[in-house]
């Protein structure tokens, strides 16, 4: 790293000010991709942010964990994305496994960052997931709800599990969510078409299906994925650890692990995940990047801590 990269990263502003005055590349990036922007924007300093513009940086560098954008909707910091959304930030920028600005603000969550990405334009029907399948899945979103709903998103789009977001709400006990997509909703299988009948089918729907999912690998494999587009690693690795036990030898189980510790920041046991799945599937593309991307986290993670 750089000396600015790390007066960035402790937060020394007034350091990082100082050797932006005396001729530090302001966009000189580390080996994973971040930029003096991403550490900016991921304190929420927003003198430093607009410095650091002013200076010609550019707006979206990428490294691995998404864009300076991403940062702000991360931290909720909607003040730095407006400043970004202002110097031409791409709010529909898809980074694989990470997906687009809009989903990772709805499952912060902000509420003003969506709003702020919404009205520069972001996609509300694009993403791994559908954001008002994500929104459905949050409890406390109905906001967001309505801010998706407003701007055009489709309500009639299930998940990977063929779940539509009124039934999501439902099973999350929302019920307010429930009676903002009553309106525009249709699900001719469920035949009390009410928001109580919307309620009681999904209990005994979500009841049906926590049955079936023990012994199905791949919707355990599919709910993992899930779980990790809502930010919830938790539950992400219990349900890729079910799927493991289940199927040992299957290469995508172990990287759903894998991908459940890279979010909760378990680089080291990542890695072994990785490794296993390398190990099952030789010479896939996908699982020699996640395993690249897991050694480099844990070497940057180890470095910071010695040089704490």
Known sequence: RTPLLVALLRGIMDTASYLLDHGADPGKADDEGFAPLHHAATAGDRKMVELLLAKGVSV????VDGTPL?????EGHDEIMQILLENNADCNKKIPGIDTPLLVAITAPSVKCVKLLVEAGADVNDGILAPLVVAAEMKGSTACLKLLLEAGADPNVPDPSGRFPIELAAQRGTREGVEILFPVTCIPTVHDWSVDGIIQHARVSRKQAMEYDRHDATLL???SFCWLCLGDGHEALQDALACREMRPG???????QGEALMLLKDYGGACDAFLDAAKLDPGSPEIESALWKAMNSLK???GATQAV
């Open 60 to 63: 979206d560098p990428v490294c």
């Open 70 to 74: 991403y940062a702000a909707a991360i």
């Open 300 to 302: 940057t993670s180890c």
């Open 250 to 256: 299957w290469p995508n189980a172990c990287y759903r």
């Open 221 to 223: 494999s599919d709910r």
